[in-house]
């Protein structure tokens, strides 16, 4: 039995298209967007960006190792598909707690065959946990891009986000990067605001947004790449593409000196 509160992993794949999901998950979605009907712009947005910071990782910045924070639930172009369809020798470690995501990460681990995937269930606000047994398939010694998308709203301290940033990234080498995207509700207007509420009180784990200010506090000390903290649809579009709608979640990289 699924319980009483919808789970972010399976709310987001309902909101995806994805049928790994319960009725609770399926109601608080359905509800929720009622409430904010460009909430599945969101989460297109989001997945998307993956994709188009991935791409650029692997491809102009040589990027071959990369590290999936709170992985979700699969669904199309994975981490590990986009980065090997630039760089099929690209090493993806995906880190999720969720029972429901370890279910399902057989779908993470299809590396192409000069590469390697793994899957670590772990709870990402245990940092040395998790570094310490990523040897297997990363080297830390060279550059690696640590993937944060949509994590760090479920810490509700500031400080405890910016202290798991530094401590992910400090373990990395110069030249690695942080891809992080993250609600806010300085965009999307006040119904924005009143589908957070419901959300925390329906479903798991509760969100925090947070401001421009406050998320470039969480990143001091790395360089933002361009166009900087923007809302993730706007960043990098693809040449030629249609002008996407504005979304409340922002979106970054950035690179470690």
């Known amino acids: 039995m699924a319980g009483d509160l919808a789970h972010n992993a399976r709310v987001w794949n309902h909101w995806l298209g994805g049928t790994d999901n319960y009725p609770v998950d399926r109601a608080v979605g359905d509800r929720i967007t009622a409430m904010y009907p460009s909430i599945g712009e969101v989460a297109r947005a989001d997945r998307a960006f993956l994709g188009r910071a991935v791409t650029h990782l692997a491809g102009a910045e040589g990027v071959r190792q990369f590290l999936d924070l709170g992985a979700g639930l699969p669904t199309a172009d994975n981490t590990h598909e986009v980065a090997q369809r630039v760089a099929p020798d690209a090493r993806i470690v995906y880190v999720d707690k969720d029972p429901t995501v370890l279910a399902h990460a057989r779908v993470l681990l299809s590396s192409s065959p000069a ?3 793994e899957y670590l269930d772990a ?9 310490s047994r990523l040897g297997r398939t990363l080297d830390l010694g060279a550059p690696v891009a640590v993937m944060m998308l949509g994590i760090l709203n479920f810490v509700p301290d500031t400080a405890e ?6 401590r992910y990234v400090g373990a990395t080498a110069p030249g690695s990067h942080l891809v992080l995207t993250h609600p806010t509700l300085e965009l999307g207007g006040s119904a924005n605001e009143e589908a957070m509420a419901f959300w925390n009180e329906n479903a798991t784990p509760r969100i925090t947004a947070r401001s421009r200010a406050e998320i470039a506090s969480v990143v001091e000390g790395l360089e933002i790449s361009e166009p900087g903290i923007v809302s993730c649809s ?4 693809d040449p030629g593409s249609a002008r ?3 979304v409340a979640q922002y979106g970054l990289v950035a690179r470690k000196p």
Not at 161 to 166: E, K, Y
């Open 234 to 237: 706007r960043w990098r579009p």
């Open 161 to 166: 986000a910016r202290s798991l940033v530094r």
């Open 115 to 117: 590469g390697q995937t």
């Open 244 to 246: 996407g709608p504005e």
């Open 123 to 131: 709870d990402v606000r245990d940092p040395d946990a998790i570094l």
